[in-house]
């Protein structure tokens, strides 16, 4: 599975933005799906997962009521809708294809995308 991350970009605080992730290679159906995110100089940290099935959903505390995840029917492709965003929201962004284990480590992840940075002002 090649993954593809886009729809990042520069924001201003409040604002609002949709990443998108396309996959290649092999459909996504049967994989859960799950966005993180690396600010410079930290830890890449969780922020969202969804079933194969678009159910469950899980989500980081840090952005819990401000950002859904979401697939599509065709199951090639996965969204994160970040409503208003913060300053500390800036980070580049990773969508991932589950492959076992727990939804909070990044070792459950076998496919990771290049990334999409987002930057939001204040």
């Known amino acids: 599975v090649q993954l593809q991350a886009s729809g990042g970009g520069l924001v201003q605080a409040g604002g609002s933005l949709r990443l998108s992730c396309a996959a290649s290679?092999?459909?996504?159906?049967?994989?859960?799906m799950g966005w993180w995110r690396q600010a410079p100089g930290k830890a890449r940290e969780f922020v969202a997962v969804?079933?194969?099935?678009?159910?469950?959903?899980y989500y980081g505390d840090s952005i819990k009521g401000r950002f859904t995840i979401s697939r599509d029917s065709a199951e090639r492709m996965v969204y994160l809708q970040m409503n208003s965003l913060k300053p500390e929201d800036t980070a580049v962004y990773y969508c991932?294809?589950?492959?076992?284990?727990?939804?909070?480590?990044?070792?459950?992840?076998?496919?990771w995308g290049q990334g999409t940075e987002v930057t939001v002002s204040s």
């Open positions: 991932a294809a589950f492959g076992g284990g727990r939804y909070f480590s990044t070792s459950s992840y076998h496919y």
């Open positions: 290679g092999r459909r996504l159906s049967s994989y859960d």
């Open positions: 969804i079933g194969w099935s678009g159910h469950p959903t």
